[in-house]
């Protein structure tokens, strides 16, 4: 596809439960990037890989959350034991080189009960 | 904390020019300003940026005061479908996005 792309779009999860959330950058973007938006906020920094090399983490809130983009492509983002503090959308984006306009997908809506 | 500061909502007559402002006062030499903006239920999408000179592109016109200190975005002829959260951020080369509340602007008939 021309943009980037999450999935799920939705999920819903129970306090407690793993999640995994997908991300397919634009192709042949270097680096890509991971978000939080709690509503009515704006989007907050998570994590930034380049390539397949994580280069800053410092924006995950807890240990128990953890990314990875193992080829340097798809990424997920995974949350163990889910709280409800965690229900937001998570953001993805990616762009051509570090410092360029980054391209934001979707989101995936995450609402944990 | 975000680096700069917008009002949290304006209103605009379609078919007239929409200009939002933003203040960057600490904004660094090496930092850009970039605009994006978030329909409902979408991502946020890339508008313009600019580092000192003015800036024009399809979507709008960025207009940064020769201080740097703040900015104004332009839309020349607002339809509906340019409501949505207007964003100013800085940025430099390490492209980490920091976002704040943004311009929540609603276009009317």
């Known amino acids: 596809g021309a943009g980037v792309s999450q999935s799920p779009r939705y999920k819903v999860a129970k306090r407690g439960q793993d999640v995994a959330l997908r991300c397919d950058p634009i192709s042949g973007h270097v680096s890509l990037f991971w978000y939080q938006q709690a509503l009515g906020q704006g989007p907050e920094f998570l994590t930034y890989?380049?390539?397949?090399?994580?280069?800053?983490k410092s924006g995950l809130p807890s240990d128990r959350f953890f990314a990875e983009r193992p080829e340097g492509s798809v990424s997920t983002l995974k949350i163990q034991r889910t709280q409800q503090e965690d229900s937001a959308v998570y953001l993805c984006?990616?762009?051509?080189?570090?410092?360029?306009?980054?391209?934001f997908g979707p989101g995936t809506r995450l609402t944990v009960l | 904390d975000a680096k700069t500061t917008q009002p949290p909502s304006m209103d605009c007559a379609e078919g007239r020019a929409a200009n939002l402002p933003c203040n960057h006062s600490?904004?660094?030499?090496?930092?850009?300003v970039y605009w994006y903006r978030q329909i409902h239920s979408q991502g946020p999408q890339y508008i313009i940026h600019?580092?000192?000179n003015n800036e024009t592109n399809e979507m709008a016109s960025l207009i940064i005061t020769e201080d740097r200190k703040s900015s104004t975005l332009i839309l020349p002829h607002a339809t509906l479908r340019d409501t949505a959260v207007y964003y100013c951020l800085n940025t430099g080369t390490a492209s980490k996005l920091t976002f704040g509340t943004g311009t929540r602007l609603q276009v009317t008939l």
């Open positions: 600490t904004i660094s030499g090496n930092e850009y």
């Open positions: 600019g580092l000192k």
């Open positions: 984006a990616s762009s051509r080189l570090q410092g360029q306009m980054e391209f």
């Open positions: 890989f380049q390539n397949e090399a994580q280069l800053d």
